[in-house]
């Protein structure tokens, strides 16, 4: 079921026109004074930045942390009416965060200031458009007025770039279209969609639409069936005359169905297009069913942490068949634990059973060098908690990973980023937890036991992205105080080692190598496995040298937000490093954008279910680790369903290790091909705004028109390949594969 709340407002009848004011330039200082933010503050000996190109490039390549700009612009004195004309304004991009505020009054912002008592949130990638309704009594009409933006920078470039600033009268603009993205959130064009009790969804949808004029005419609401093609009236308003601070709302209930689109329309117009979530992937069967990967590669002697994941109606019966000497299996909840002294390949038939059925599987233990011989799949604390995580939090989501089932399809890490350190070390060196870790060495135990495996977070340099203790200096003892405490994974950030690199004379490979060659050999005199990713943002191309200093994952890219552009920039630019890839090798475009996140103050993500369902599919092609970004405590079924198609995450776990290429463009549109165990798998995608019919180019693939086709989405077979043309919505795709 879906309700829909739809909210149209409407500019004033007495429009005052005011020209279009455009700057390239604004005063400039780096610091922050709440004093700068006021009309009255001098600011005649400030620097004048270009608009165009961050600070970096203007003298400031050095500077990371808060600084403020400020723009003075004259507003005509009004005629006729108490109330101005709503202001647009446009600020290009800012990296990372900002809080704007016209005349001291702040107006909105985006991103995060660990300053003000949370965490540095970089929304780099985002255009900033903010508004203010003309009667707000911050404006100052018939005289001077300051644009003043307090922006933070984390590393790397920042500021304001992307100009210049513009500043215009809302005259027969609709302001749904800055995308929601306007600063006052009662002001956003927004949708927002929830499961309720027995799996119904409501979703809330605000629209605004801004005209010169009144207007009167009838609003019409249509319902789009993705699967028919076919399109139904769903209501129709009484006779309405929309004119200033008018609002109209009203609800609709839904059958839940497929992919389909609500469209608001008045007067002939679109005012909104509304995708309600949409679940594709079938309902696992009653009756067991062994998913994930097929292999485990450990080294000798290393701990063996492996549960079966198995879905199907629980309680549920485990066994393994030829489990090798040194190896247990827990028949309760599945999990295998042990070691295995001996180098060589362990086949074995994973088993699980319930009063429907028995599953069995095909499974290698693969003893040796390798480890991670599938990308990992698991959570992180960052990109929902940031800097405000707990060990409560972390348990929180740690229980809702097996309570919700996604150990069941083979999700078993559960990473700590930031955040977790103490401001000083023991008299020894060792480093400590704060407080609101009471019991890290308690929480491996919890985890190990239940088939989960445990990450740590630290730097190379002295100190971390949120500037919490690093291991520069004590890189020997924080590796042996890691494996004391059970530790499976190491996410090892480059923050704080910029410190050290920039003050090099020699900025050469071997400088970016030489921190995390350190750590890489530290870590194997472990008598434990621990996954080791570099997070240092794909700087000088680590996908070219990771496996050199025996690294399982490396970021290939900056952070991502949830928002299109972060998603498209980031998952479609990964178009070289597809030759480094192999099992125990991975590239990693970063962590998932899915469910509710927020780096600290949560939200549902930004992306639309088109845009969720190509993140996963793209990341699964991608062969990238998986890391669920979100609080899997309060994940609905929308979000859990995307996580938990098994064929889709058999793409990403493939045994071969191969990643996607793009093999063909079009316009908007991108085709990703890779080869798995037992075909082809292939990603349709539109990046355009506009539905799109594609025909997938066989022969210029070099594709056999006999294969069969499967829509991994939807779990069925589409037949044989010759001539399929598939509608891809916008920003959406399809995920098939080829046999």
Same mark, same amino acid.
């Given at each position: ?378 959570w992180n604390s960052w990109n929902c908690w940031g800097l405000t995580v707990t060990q409560d939090k ?20 559960i990473n700590i980023d930031d955040a977790w350190e103490a401001d000083r070390r023991d008299k020894s ?112 191309? %680590? #996908? !070219?040298? *990771? ?10 890219? +900056? ?5 299109? @552009? ?96 793009? %093999? #063909? !463009?079009? *316009? ?10 037992? +075909? ?5 995608? @539109? ?53």
């Amino acid at each position: 079921m879906a309700t829909v709340l739809l909210i149209f407002a409407a500019c004033g009848r007495e429009v005052q026109e005011i020209e279009k004011m455009s700057f390239d330039f604004a005063k400039f200082s780096t610091g922050y004074d709440p004093e700068w933010l006021s009309t009255g503050f001098d600011d005649s000996a400030w620097e004048e930045l270009n608009l165009r190109e961050t600070w970096d490039t203007q003298g400031y390549d050095k500077y990371d942390g808060e600084a403020v700009y400020r723009i003075r612009f004259d507003l005509p004195a009004l005629s006729g009416s108490d109330r101005g004309p709503d202001l647009l304004i446009y600020l290009g991009k800012i990296d990372d965060a900002d809080k704007v505020y016209v005349n001291g009054k702040y107006i909105g912002g985006n991103g995060g200031f660990k300053g003000d008592g949370g965490s540095d949130i970089s929304f780099w990638d985002i255009d900033r458009t903010y508004a203010v309704y003309g009667n707000d009594p911050a404006l100052n009409w018939g005289g001077s007025n300051v644009l003043a933006i307090r922006v933070n920078d984390k590393e790397l470039e920042g500021g304001m770039y992307d100009g210049p600033v513009t500043i215009e009268a809302c005259t027969e603009k609709d302001i749904a279209s800055t995308n929601g993205l306007l600063g006052d959130p009662a002001k956003r064009h927004h949708i927002a969609c929830q499961e309720l009790p027995g799996g119904k969804i409501r979703c809330d949808a605000t629209v605004r639409y801004y005209l010169r004029e009144p207007a009167k005419g009838r609003i019409t609401l249509l319902l789009k069936d993705d699967e028919t093609g076919k399109t139904k009236k769903l209501f129709k308003s009484e006779p309405l005359e929309l004119s200033c601070g008018s609002e109209y709302t009203t609800s609709l209930t839904l059958d839940e169905a497929g992919r389909a689109e609500i469209i608001a329309m008045f007067k002939g117009k679109v005012l909104a297009r509304i995708v309600p979530p949409y679940i594709l992937t079938p309902k696992a069967p009653a009756e067991p069913v062994i998913n994930g990967p097929k292999v485990y590669g450990v080294r000798p002697g290393s701990p063996v942490i492996f549960k079966i994941p198995a879905s199907g109606d629980k309680p549920m019966a485990y066994s393994v068949e030829g489990l090798p000497k040194g190896l247990e299996v827990n028949p309760d909840n599945g999990v295998i634990s042990g070691s295995i002294l001996m180098e060589g390949n362990y086949d074995v038939t994973l088993k699980a059973s319930n009063g429907k059925g028995e599953g069995r599987k095909a499974f290698r233990f693969v003893v040796g060098d390798a480890i991670a011989l599938t990308p990992p799949m698991g959570w992180n604390s960052w990109n929902c908690w940031g800097l405000t995580v707990t060990q409560d939090k972390v348990m929180a989501s740690a229980k809702a990973m097996m309570d919700k089932g996604l150990t069941d399809y083979g999700w078993s890490y559960i990473n700590i980023d930031d955040a977790w350190e103490a401001d000083r070390r023991d008299k020894s060196g060792k480093i400590l937890t704060n407080e609101k870790f009471p019991d890290i060495k308690g929480l491996g135990d919890w985890l190990h036991y239940n088939g989960l495996k445990m990450g740590i977070y630290s730097s190379p340099g002295d100190e971390t992205c949120g500037h919490y203790l690093g291991s520069l200096g004590h890189e020997r003892e924080d590796a042996e105080t890691w494996a004391s405490w059970g530790v499976d994974y190491l996410k090892y950030d480059w923050c704080g080692y910029g410190k050290v690199f920039n003050a090099l004379d020699n900025k050469g490979r071997e400088e970016y190598i030489r921190p995390y060659a350190l750590m890489s050999k530290i870590l194997r005199e472990q008598k434990r496995d621990i996954v080791y990713s570099l997070c240092q943002y794909g700087m000088d191309n %680590v #996908w !070219e040298w *990771g496996a050199e200093v025996d690294a399982q994952c490396w970021r290939t890219t +900056g952070d991502i937000t949830d928002t299109w @552009n972060s998603l498209k920039e980031i998952g479609f630019s990964q178009t070289v490093q597809h030759e480094y890839a192999a099992p125990g090798r991975w590239n990693d475009p970063d962590m998932l954008i899915v469910g509710k996140v927020g780096w600290g103050a949560l939200h549902d993500s930004r992306l639309t279910p088109d845009e969720l369902y190509t993140h996963i599919s793209l990341w699964c092609l991608l062969s990238s680790p998986l890391l669920i970004g979100c609080d899997i405590s309060q994940m609905d079924r929308f979000t859990f369903n995307l996580l938990s198609n098994p064929e889709v995450l058999a793409v990403n776990q493939d045994v071969l290790g191969k990643q996607a290429a793009k %093999v #063909w !463009e079009d *316009g908007d549109i991108q085709i990703w091909m890779k080869d798995v165990e037992d +075909g082809k798998a292939i990603g349709v995608f @539109n990046l355009g705004r506009d539905s799109r019919s594609v025909t997938i180019p066989l022969k210029e693939l070099g594709l056999d028109e006999k294969s069969s086709v499967r829509d991994l989405w939807r779990c069925r077979e589409l037949g044989r390949c010759a001539k399929k043309t598939f509608e891809v919505p916008s920003h959406g795709c399809f995920l098939l594969k080829l046999k």
